[in-house]
């Protein structure tokens, strides 16, 4: 006799696996990446200090590489469901993306780079959308959160990438 809750079991188990190496990589290069990050404040700190708007761009940096170190450490707990998971990366997003809002209500936009302004802010939102999406689809049960949730990854990395730049060889132009 086929034993259908035994099967559904496996499929959930192996579905689980799969993401394992996607989140082990994650956090590999997210710790690497985060450390650039601080190397590249470290290195330039004088500069980045005389530019008032280049502060918070080094922390947002900074949380972006430690948000998907966290989300992929959680990613790797053993046992954690779903809604547990969709939680553990609410709350990290979420207070990075209230933090982004809050910068940049302080800061508004440049008036000498109103571009460039509008650009980051909206590339700081760009990346932690898909996180706080695929949080929600998780939490109300839906696992093509974890979707979401790895295109949030690669937009965190590619602003912080982008951020890391500045830091590291623009601010020095």
């Known amino acids: 006799m086929l034993d259908l809750s035994l099967l559904a079991e496996q499929a959930e188990a192996a579905e689980a696996l799969d993401w394992t190496d996607f989140f082990i990589a994650e956090a590999g290069a997210a710790a690497a990446l985060a450390g650039l990050v601080v190397v590249a404040i470290s290195i330039n700190v004088k500069e980045i200090l005389q530019w008032s708007r ?26 954690v469901d779903d809604r547990v998971m969709g939680w553990l990366v609410l709350v990290p997003a979420g207070t990075t993306w209230i933090s982004t809002i809050g910068i940049s209500i302080k800061y508004g936009i440049d008036r000498d780079r109103r571009r460039q302004s509008v650009q980051q802010y909206a590339f700081w939102h760009l990346a932690l959308s898909p996180l706080l999406i695929g949080a929600v689809l998780l939490i109300t049960g839906n696992p093509d959160g974890l979707y979401w949730i790895s295109a949030g990854i690669v937009l965190c990395y590619a602003v ?9 060889v623009e601010i020095l132009r």
């Open 54 to 79: 280049l502060v918070p761009r080094a922390a947002v940096s900074v949380t972006l590489f430690v948000n998907v170190l966290l989300i992929a450490t959680f990613g790797l707990l053993p046992g």
């Open 160 to 168: 912080g990438i982008l951020n890391a730049w500045v830091l590291l």
